[in-house]
């Protein structure tokens, strides 16, 4: 079992930048691939970016490409979104995700889920 806990959200103004934290608990970290995925109103939840279980690799939405950077801190069981050049459309929930084995774009292929963290980006 992992618990996850996402936190930085908060209100930005175009342009700006924001770093979201997945902080987790419960078994290895370091054997779970993560994932950030985000929820618009209205909207289906979509793909933003995921890395691997090693770390090596990282995988990203055309939409953010560029502009976000996924990153892990093994020692703090800690896993980083950077958002940079932020877009109002980029306003939603986002949410931290993990699965054992290989990262994965669809939400359903992933066994915990964050409670969510409200990103607003005003024009």
């Known amino acids: 079992q992992v618990q996850l806990v996402e936190s930085g959200g908060g209100l930005v103004q175009a342009g700006g930048s924001l770093r979201l934290s997945c902080a987790t608990s419960?078994?290895?970290?370091?054997?779970?691939?993560m994932g950030w995925f985000r929820q618009a109103p209205e909207k289906e939840r979509e793909f933003v970016t995921a890395?691997?279980?090693?770390?090596?690799?990282?995988y990203y939405a055309n939409s953010v490409k560029g502009r976000f950077t996924i990153s892990r801190d093994s020692a703090k069981n800690t896993m980083y979104l950077q958002m940079n050049s932020l877009k109002p459309e980029d306003t939603a929930v986002y949410y931290c995700?993990?699965?054992?084995?290989?990262?994965?774009?669809?939400?359903?292929?992933?066994?915990?889920w964050g409670q969510g963290t409200q990103v607003t980006v005003s024009s």
């Open positions: 995700a993990a699965r054992t084995g290989s990262y994965a774009p669809y939400d359903t292929e992933y066994e915990y």
């Open positions: 890395i691997n279980w090693t770390g090596g690799r990282t």
């Open positions: 419960g078994r290895t970290f370091s054997s779970y691939s």
